[in-house]
Nanobody, 124 residues
Framework: QVQLVESGGGLVQAGGSLRLSCAVS????????RAWFRQAPGKEREFVAA????????YVADSVKGRFTISRDNAKATVYLQMNSLKPDDTAVYYC?????????????????WGQGTQVTVSS
């Protein structure tokens, strides 16, 4: 069983930065695409960014482009989400996800594995 463990959430003022981490317990073919989603209260889960492990290609949602960056540490099998210039609208629970797809998807149902989520709160 693959487990994803997120860390790095917290409370930050608008304009500040946070870095989220997502470690995987076992790297398999089912974790070749890694992604971050977020879900604010009363809203649907929203795609934030994805990384294809084999190619290293990254994809970022338009809503966070230029502020958020997804990256990886191969040795640690860990994916990071660097979040800069945070806004109150970025407040949400952030989830790490993994998929065996060779191509990224913005649809949550395409991802088989999920972390428990980490709260990010941005105060104005």
């Amino acid at each position: 069983q693959v487990q994803l463990v997120e860390s790095g959430g917290g409370l930050v003022q608008a304009g500040g930065s946070l870095r989220l981490s997502c470690a995987v317990s076992r790297r398999t073919f089912n974790t070749i695409t890694r992604a971050w989603f977020r879900q604010a209260p009363g809203k649907e889960r929203e795609f934030v960014a994805a990384l294809s492990w084999n190619s290293g290609n990254t994809y970022v949602a338009d809503s966070v482009k230029g502020r958020f960056t997804i990256s990886r540490d191969n040795a640690k099998a860990t994916v990071y989400l660097q979040m800069n210039s945070l806004k109150p609208d970025d407040t949400a629970v952030y989830y790490c996800a993994a998929s065996g797809r060779g191509d990224y998807s913005t649809a949550p149902y395409e991802y088989a594995y999920w972390g428990q989520g980490t709260q990010v709160t941005v105060s104005s």
